[in-house]
């Protein structure tokens, strides 16, 4: 899937949406303590009033925010073993292709139990299953009309998970309207933060508008910070790389290849030379497959860069060191998520300065009486808690 993929079924979490429907829904509650399924309840999503269902499709989509690679990642399954009896990749397919609601019911309870097995979360956690369809418009001429645009659609049968953890209610004063008298407010029941959800998936993942049944998409709840134990013990899939795992190996190789120190003009080349790879013409489509550099392409940009003597044995060599694997390809985009954000830091023991990667090449260490100095080329003033600094000619 790509981002745009993502953000189509995302916008389609409304209510009355006719682009989306959903069919049913099964909610498990765990306790904290036990680390077991202490209650279930599954119902037609149809029968919950209008303000709970706007609760839930708010939290469905907060599941699929986040960038792909740093929130969301595609995770192959792992083929099954003749062992296996509750592989989720099997559930799941089952499930989808359940006629009846109980049917649908019981292959998400498998994977529920498999959630809570060997494991004890933080808090009470509730898992909550959804089944639906998602109907995708098929590409048309831009003069047609927006009924037309609907008359031929993609159908595809969905299950997405949210799993949320619960708060206790805050002790507080309340004012009782019926009494007429303050008092302290004696509500124990769990509330569910469906605003936060920790984790989650979407099955099956869509590649051409078509279903893909062998990955899922998994959301994690924190930013390059997924839970690998939940990814390869309840969906049986295989490890992922985060945007900030990527960055890290491509950094690494860099140094492997041109050694630890470098000028700011050649690093700032380097990130230039990237993000020409995740430029789109604006007159095509975003690719189905994001730009990633494998070790030719970590050549080319070197060179592209200035650092002429690099070779493809030396960068070979480096991915081997690094990754152990000299076939391993890095996502572009998690290299230079942005190129016009201060995504660069500059660290050092008198301030911590943040750049964006086009801004690099304006930024110089220099020697000056004998001291290290970084140089910013700038070119308008500069405002210091709104005094204007004075020019001073320091350097000749």
């Known amino acids: 899937m790509n981002k745009n993929d993502i953000a189509d079924i995302r916008k389609r979490f409304k209510l009355d949406s006719d682009l989306l429907t959903i069919t049913d829904i099964y909610n498990v509650y765990i306790r904290q303590e036990s680390s077991e399924i202490y209650h279930e309840e599954s119902q037609a999503f149809a029968l919950l009033d209008r303000e709970q269902q706007e ?6 989509k907060k599941v699929l925010g986040g960038k792909l690679g740093m929130k969301l990642f595609e995770v192959k399954f792992e083929r099954q073993t003749e062992e296996q009896t509750d592989h989720a990749q099997q559930l799941l397919y089952d499930g989808l292709q359940a006629e009846e609601a109980d049917a649908w019911k019981d292959e998400m309870q498998h994977l529920a139990l498999k959630m809570v097995k060997d494991v004890q979360y933080e808090k009470d956690l509730v898992v909550t299953f959804i089944r639906g369809n998602y109907f995708k418009k098929t590409k048309r001429n831009s003069e047609e ?6 008359d031929e659609v993609f159908t595809t049968p969905f299950i997405l998970c949210s799993m949320n953890q619960t708060d206790l209610p805050k002790r507080s004063i309340v004012f009782d309207f019926i009494e007429r008298e303050f008092k302290s407010n004696t509500m124990v029941d769990p509330i569910i933060n469906l605003a936060s959800p ?3 998936f979407l099955f099956p993942c869509f590649t051409d508008n078509a279903a893909d049944v062998n990955h899922i998409l998994y959301a994690a709840g924190k930013a390059n910070k997924p839970d690998y134990r939940f990814i390869e013990n309840v969906l049986n899939g295989e490890e992922v790389m985060t945007a900030a795992d990527d960055k890290a190996v491509f950094e690494e190789i860099i140094k492997q290849v041109v050694g630890e120190e470098v000028d700011s003009q050649t690093l700032a080349n380097v990130y230039e030379a990237v993000h020409r790879l995740t430029e789109v013409d604006e007159e095509e489509e975003e690719p189905e497959e994001p730009p990633a550099l494998d070790k030719m392409q970590v050549e080319r940009v070197l060179k592209m860069s200035g650092v002429d ?5 030396q960068v070979k060599n480096a991915f081997e060191t690094v990754v152990d694997d000299d076939t391993y390809e890095m996502k572009a985009s998690h290299i230079v998520p942005s190129y016009t954000s ?11 300065i943040a ?11 220099v020697n000056y009486d004998g001291k290290r100095c970084i140089l910013i080329e700038v070119e308008e003033d500069t405002i210091i808690e709104g005094f204007k600094l004075i020019s001073e000619e320091l350097l000749k």
């Open 55 to 60: 609760l839930f499709l708010t939290n469905f």
């Open 145 to 150: 009309t927006e009924i037309d645009a609907r």
């Open 198 to 200: 920790i984790g989650g």
């Open 355 to 365: 750049i964006s990667p086009q801004d690099l090449k304006y930024v110089k260490q």
């Open 309 to 313: 003597y690099v070779d493809a044995e």
């Open 342 to 352: 201060k995504s660069i830091k500059i660290e050092t023991k008198v301030a911590n």
